[in-house]
């Protein structure tokens, strides 16, 4: 069973603090990977993507993504209160999500 | 733009009964999905489809139909409500595999 597995948390830091979610994968064959966010009652939206391994850096986003260990993370830094909300971890090999992990940030 | 719309917003079935799920994107997207979200879970496909005329299942395919006449419309079919498809049901379209634009889902309670 292909599976993408999450912390289902919730997961609390205080504002300012670097918040750190975590994603792993079971299908050796997924290539691309992707964090979505998704406030309570919306719809999902895309706020990283990767591909290689390494990090890919965007704004306060820093996706991580290591294919030996099939494990994906999110860092975000200086974590503001509009940033509280789950996120979603997806990879599409088959467009499998994880259950996403709930992030509270306290001012 | 209007992005990727959808209809209706809310919907109670009684068991049995059927109904679409309507879907239309004005981005000139390819690819076009339906998931559907049960509470505090992730994201399921149900199924998907890479253009007019080409439709493929997802991982819960079982109790809907779909069907792709234009680039801009995938409406999702119920045939037979059941109450295990309560749930939010999103649409979204891509040009490609990767970045996905969500609708606004559909909230399905069958009772």
């Known amino acids: 069973q292909k599976e993408v597995e999450q912390n289902s948390g919730p997961l609390s830091v205080p504002e300012g603090a670097i918040a750190s979610l975590n994603c792993t994968y079971s299908?050796?064959?997924?290539?691309?990977f992707f964090w979505y966010r998704q406030y309570s009652g919306k719809s999902p939206e895309l706020i990283m993507s990767?591909?290689?391994?390494g990090d890919k850096e965007d704004g306060r986003f820093t996706a991580q993504l290591n294919k030996a260990s099939q494990y994906v993370s999110l860092l975000i830094r200086d974590s503001q209160p509009s940033d509280s909300a789950t996120y979603l971890c997806a990879a599409y090999n088959d467009m499998r999500f994880g259950a996403g992990t709930r992030l509270t940030v306290k001012p | 733009n209007a992005g990727v719309t959808q209809t209706p917003k809310f919907r109670i079935l009684k068991i049995g009964q059927s109904m679409t799920l309507q879907c239309t994107q004005d981005m000139n997207h390819n690819y076009m999905y339906w998931y559907r979200q049960d509470p505090g879970m992730g994201l399921k496909l149900i199924y998907y489809s890479v253009g007019a005329g080409i439709t493929d299942k997802g991982e819960v395919p079982n109790g809907y139909n779909v069907s792709r006449s234009t680039t801009e419309d995938f409406p999702l079919r119920l045939e037979l409500a059941a109450p295990s498809q309560t749930s939010v049901y999103f649409c979204a379209s891509g040009l490609d595999h990767n970045e996905q634009f969500f609708g606004p889902g559909t909230r399905l309670t069958v009772l």
């Open positions: 990767i591909y290689s391994n």
């Open positions: 299908d050796r064959g997924s290539q691309s």
